[in-house]
């Protein structure tokens, strides 16, 4: 079945840089990466996603890029704030709507 | 308000004591999804159901039954708990099953087994 790697673990960046979280996929019949992000105590929310026809997305500050040949895909975080700090988690699913999820990682922006 | 419910959203129960979670939603949404969250597991998809009676194991559905009766509505069914059972448990759902489209969660019932 598929499999998804996610790292770090745990990630802290000064305020202000970037910071980016890697994911790899096992199952090369995913076709969605959503990635969502979760503060302390709250649900899971999505902030980007990607479909496997598409290289890169951006979003303000947020960009997610796949590599379909490598079967992994990266979240990028530019201009880091306090309000970024949460677990973020990335996912891979099928076209039969199975979702894998990354184990998460935790991200701390220090002032 | 749109929205994904849950509830409880706290409970404290003994081993072998049936229970069951509820979850609605008022989307009309098609696809609706179990989770538990474990420290350091991440999120791992326990059933699935891509409409009205229709259901899907996920990843980790040993211990858990679901059934999906109505549209907005997919109770997640513990016939006799244990202790491994203890979780952080997420309903989502979204709008058409098999689209690229946002799963919107619930939020959240803490589970203890004891």
């Known amino acids: 079945g598929e499999n998804v790697e996610q790292h770090p673990s745990t990630l802290s960046v000064q305020e202000g840089d970037s910071a980016v979280i890697k994911c790899t996929y096992s199952?090369?019949?995913?076709?969605?990466f959503p990635w969502y992000k979760q503060e302390l105590g709250k649900r899971p929310q999505l902030i980007i996603d990607?479909?496997?026809?598409?290289g890169e997305k951006k979003d303000q500050r947020i960009a997610v890029t796949l590599n379909k040949t490598a079967k992994h895909f990266s979240l990028h975080i530019t201009e880091t704030q306090p309000e970024d700090s949460a677990v973020y988690f990335c996912?891979?699913?099928?076209?039969?709507?199975?979702?894998?999820f990354g184990k998460g990682t935790r991200l701390h922006i220090l002032p | 308000e749109a929205q994904v419910t849950q509830n409880p959203r706290y409970l404290i129960t003994v081993t072998g004591k049936k229970l069951t979670v509820t979850c609605s939603q008022n989307?009309?949404?098609?696809?609706m999804s179990w989770y538990r969250q474990d420290p350091g597991l991440g999120l791992r998809q326990i059933y699935y159901?891509?409409?009205?009676?229709?259901?899907d194991k996920g990843d980790v559905p040993e211990g858990y039954k679901v059934s999906r009766k109505e549209k907005r509505n997919f109770p997640l069914i513990l016939e006799s708990p244990s202790p491994n059972q203890t979780s952080l448990y997420f309903c989502?759902?979204?709008?058409?099953?098999?689209?690229?489209?946002?799963?919107?969660f619930g939020p959240g019932t803490r589970l203890t087994v004891l």
């Open positions: 989502a759902s979204k709008d058409v099953a098999g689209g690229y489209n946002e799963q919107f």
């Open positions: 199952d090369s019949a995913s076709n969605y």
């Open positions: 990607i479909r496997s026809n598409v």
């Open positions: 996912a891979a699913s099928t076209w039969d709507d199975k979702i894998i």
């Open positions: 989307m009309n949404h098609e696809y």
């Open positions: 159901s891509m409409n009205v009676e229709v259901t």
